[in-house]
């Protein structure tokens, strides 16, 4: 399991929770080179290794590593590695707050996070996870993350970022949380990255997209997505076809404005899923009716053309639903690499 040479004067990184690598794609472009990536599912696992053959991608459900001594299994000297990441699902802990630290988050994928940064040590962190974290409990898993955290001995930031705002043609919200440690937070300054002026639309990444595999949908479908036109949604349509389609959704309140949800080359994408079509959140391409495909929606993610992802057509959706916009990662990781690298320089 250990990990591989890094250059000299490399920057470094461990990352969990890894996925079809979003996240460590961002963070290797902004010049941190990642010593070990651990994923437990197969089919990312597969992603990250086709694409990254030299990366010590270790697939294995994390809660088996996390007993040992790290430092040892990972041929990393306490405090030397210089960021821990990743994005651990967040599984609700709604007892959290009680004051035992570490073990307020037990039984959750987060506490393994926060058992790598204890036994690591690492300089910086970065943590992302859902915005709706910030609200679970009325606060209080957040706040009990940020605890262990502090706990642990780490200066703290946190904010709510849109990918939208970083080169990315998408609506994306995320929670970052990035940290310092404590004996080093007056050397390593880490700041969040300014957002961009420009903020992109489908038009400018929905070109020459390479043909991949791709969902479609039923003829019935396909036809009412005809009528809507790009940029509209079931209000766009004659109602007596909507509420036929919509069934008892038509009753139900709010606007429902992704249901026949159409996009519009001249917005950017509303946050890519999981799954090509869900019906209260549809995303239908604008000059086609059908869902975009995997390498469309990889498009909208960042990925590189030549990215591939493993499995099946299904697999493949997820991973890429699933995946940390590589543009925001690598605007995040550089603003760190940039914190490192000053220190390193002596300010």
Request: charged share 25%; aromatic share 10%; with cysteine.
């Amino acid at each position: 399991m250990g990990a591989q040479a890094k250059e000299p004067n490399q920057f470094t990184a461990v990352e969990l929770f890894a996925g079809a690598g979003g996240l460590a794609l961002g963070i290797e472009q902004a010049g941190f080179d990642t010593l070990v990536l651990i994923e437990f599912n197969k089919d990312a696992a597969a992603t990250l290794r086709a694409n990254r053959p030299a990366w010590n991608v270790i697939c294995d459900d994390i809660a088996n590593l996390t007993p040992y001594n790290l430092p040892d299994v990972f041929g990393i000297p306490v405090g030397e590695l210089d960021m821990l990441s990743g994005g651990a699902p967040c599984q609700p802990f709604s007892y959290a707050g009680k004051g035992l630290g570490l073990d307020d988050a037990r039984g959750t994928l987060f506490y393994h996070y926060a058992v790598f940064l204890e036994k690591l040590r690492p300089k910086t962190f970065l943590f992302e996870n859902v915005r709706g974290l910030l609200t679970h409990d009325r606060g209080r898993t957040y706040q009990t993350i940020l605890d262990i955290f502090a706990n642990a001995g780490y200066t703290i930031q946190k904010r709510v970022m849109n990918a939208w705002d970083f080169g990315v043609a998408q609506k994306r919200e995320r929670l970052i949380t990035i940290g310092v440690r404590n004996d080093l937070a007056d050397k390593i300054k880490l700041a969040f990255p300014t957002e961009h002026k420009h903020k992109p639309v489908l038009r400018e990444v929905l070109s020459d997209v390479p043909p991949s595999v791709g969902a479609e949908y039923s003829e019935h479908k396909r036809k009412i997505f005809e009528l809507v036109p790009a940029g509209g949604y079931w209000r766009d349509i004659p109602p007596d076809i909507a509420k036929k389609y919509m069934k008892s959704c038509w009753n139900m309140g709010g606007g429902r404005t992704g249901i026949l949800r159409r996009m519009s080359l001249d917005e950017p994408s509303l946050a890519v899923l999981t799954s090509p079509s869900q019906k209260q959140t549809e995303r239908c391409h604008p000059l086609e009716a059908r869902p975009f495909t995997v390498r469309e929606n990889a498009r909208i993610q960042c990925f590189p053309d030549d990215w591939q992802f493993c499995g099946s057509v299904g697999s493949q959706y997820k991973q890429v639903g699933n995946a940390v916009p590589v543009n925001l990662a690598y605007e995040i990781a550089k603003q760190i690499h940039k914190g490192l690298e000053e220190a390193r320089c002596g300010g």
